[in-house]
């Protein structure tokens, strides 16, 4: 949610900011509802006040026993004004709150302008590209020729875009999940946490999903939504709270599975495990002081960097330009890892600043001296799950359709050298 001061003080500012992520100028209609929301309210103060003087009044007649006919008429009529005022109000605040929450953070002096994914700017890069003495295979061949990855039968039980893992394919989904909760607690300093898979609406509001993004989420019952991403439990976690400066930085993580509708992904990558309904991943996130946020976005990309750099796949990662980035975000680093069954870099994790825009909306502080400050809220993946098993299919198949297992997963596979 935008500062409607900063909106008032700097119109021009703003609306070129919106231009940049792909928003028509707006700041004026704002401004004007605003105007007409204020001018109620104080219309509406010295109404009140009025009245309670005239009750006052009221008193003091009927106490000396005289006619106050004539101040209770002017009660009344007050009384009217105030219920017709009051209506205008909640009507000019949810029409403000309405625009407000459709409209997306403002980037970063940092962050690139363009227009799409053709624009964004790369940053740097780690590892080498595998060579082959054959041409590798797509993972959904790998899996599907080890009788391991089944989509018929998904699609039989839950319709398109649902897959079935079975024995050793299971199992590594299973272990790659273990290993980077593992890294990131043990070494990177996030606190582990089981959060819960569905949620109010009001927490969806809260971190930036609704009301725009509506139909990419799934609903489950009359009060709940399936999560589409760890970010919401964990960014949530501490809504209409203020917290003590010795409480931050609050760093989390999660394991969950993550459910998304992918509404307009029709006919995007329908084969494969790359675009499901329902995937995994483990989720990073940061609730930080103002100042330390830019800080806090290079930490989480060398922690989400640090599972693949582990792992020894090759990736580069990108700035997202103004057009790429996210709703919440005013700066997004994408992480693309290296798949040689596709020939291309696909995404695997995405590490934002939100700057306290998702604050806003959560109402979510801390104290800073005699004030009361909006914190910075951070989230990336680290990684997802699938994507991550689907590297390791690619990058590390043999000629005779095995799969090598990456050293650092062999503890969870009795020290065995391949999968399969």
């Known amino acids: 949610m935008h500062n409607i001061n900063y909106i008032r003080e700097n119109p021009v500012e703003f609306d070129n900011f919106m231009k940049t992520r792909g928003e028509n100028p707006i700041a004026n209609k704002i401004i004007e509802i605003d105007k007409v929301k204020r001018?109620?309210?104080?219309?509406?103060?010295?109404?009140?006040?009025?009245?309670?003087?005239?009750?006052?009044?009221?008193?003091?007649?009927?106490?000396?026993?005289?006619?106050?006919?004539?101040?209770?008429?002017?009660?009344?009529?007050?009384?009217?004004?105030?219920?017709?005022?009051?209506?205008?109000?909640t009507l000019k605040d949810d029409e403000l709150k309405s625009i407000l929450s459709r409209l997306p953070n403002i980037p970063d002096s940092s962050t690139p302008i363009g227009t799409d994914e053709s624009e964004?700017?790369?940053?740097?890069?780690?590892?080498?590209?595998?060579?082959?003495?054959?041409?590798?295979?797509?993972?959904?061949?790998?899996?599907?020729?080890?009788?391991?990855?089944?989509?018929?039968?998904a699609s039989k039980l839950s319709g398109s875009r649902f897959v079935i893992l079975k024995g050793?394919?299971?199992?590594?989904?299973?272990?790659?999940?273990?290993?980077?909760?593992?890294k990131h607690t043990s070494v990177n300093g996030y606190v582990e946490m089981h959060v819960p898979y569905l949620v109010k609406e009001g927490t969806l509001y809260g971190t930036g999903q609704l009301p725009k993004f509506a139909d990419d989420l799934f609903t489950a019952g009359e009060y709940?939504?399936?999560?589409?991403?760890?970010?919401?439990?964990?960014?949530?976690?501490?809504?209409?709270?203020?917290?003590?400066?010795?409480?931050l930085p609050i760093r989390v993580t999660s394991y969950?599975?993550?459910?998304r509708s992918e509404a307009g992904a029709a006919g995007k990558d329908t084969r494969g495990m790359l675009r499901q309904h329902q995937f995994t991943k483990v989720e990073l996130?940061?609730?930080?002081?103002?100042?330390?946020?830019?800080?806090?976005?290079?930490?989480?990309?060398?922690?989400?960097?640090?599972?693949?750099?582990?792992?020894?796949?090759?990736?580069?990662?990108?700035?997202?330009?103004?057009?790429?980035?996210?709703?919440?975000?005013?700066?997004?680093?994408?992480?693309?890892?290296?798949?040689?069954?596709?020939d291309k870099y696909r995404e695997i994790s995405s590490c934002s600043n939100c700057g306290d825009f998702q604050a806003r909306r959560m109402n979510t502080r801390y104290k800073d001296n005699d004030k009361n400050v909006h914190i910075h809220t951070l989230n990336g993946s680290g990684l997802a799950v699938g994507r991550t098993l689907i590297a390791v299919l690619e990058n590390?198949?043999?000629?005779?359709?095995?799969?090598?297992?990456?050293?650092?997963?062999?503890?969870?596979?009795?020290?065995?050298d391949t999968l399969f």
């Open 39 to 89: 001018e109620t309210q104080t219309v509406l103060q010295n109404l009140l006040a009025e009245r309670n003087q005239i009750s006052k009044s009221i008193g003091q007649l009927k106490s000396q026993k005289k006619d106050a006919t004539e101040e209770m008429e002017k009660v009344e009529d007050i009384k009217n004004k105030v219920n017709t005022l009051k209506e205008l109000e």
């Open 224 to 247: 709940h939504w399936l999560i589409p991403t760890a970010e919401i439990p964990l960014t949530a976690l501490h809504s209409n709270e203020i917290l003590n400066t010795n409480q």
């Open 285 to 342: 996130v940061s609730l930080v002081e103002p100042e330390q946020s830019k800080d806090e976005l290079e930490r989480m990309l060398s922690c989400a960097e640090g599972i693949l750099q582990d792992l020894d796949l090759h990736y580069r990662v990108m700035t997202l330009c103004t057009g790429d980035m996210g709703f919440n975000a005013n700066k997004t680093y994408d992480i693309e890892v290296w798949l040689p069954g596709e």
């Open 168 to 182: 050793q394919l299971s199992k590594l989904e299973r272990a790659l999940a273990n290993f980077m909760i593992d």
């Open 396 to 416: 590390y198949q043999m000629s005779d359709g095995n799969v090598q297992i990456p050293t650092v997963l062999k503890k969870y596979f009795d020290n065995q």
């Open 256 to 259: 969950t599975p993550c459910f």
């Open 120 to 153: 964004n700017v790369f940053y740097r890069d780690w590892g080498d590209k595998p060579s082959f003495n054959f041409n590798p295979k797509l993972h959904f061949e790998i899996g599907e020729n080890a009788n391991s990855m089944n989509f018929e039968t």
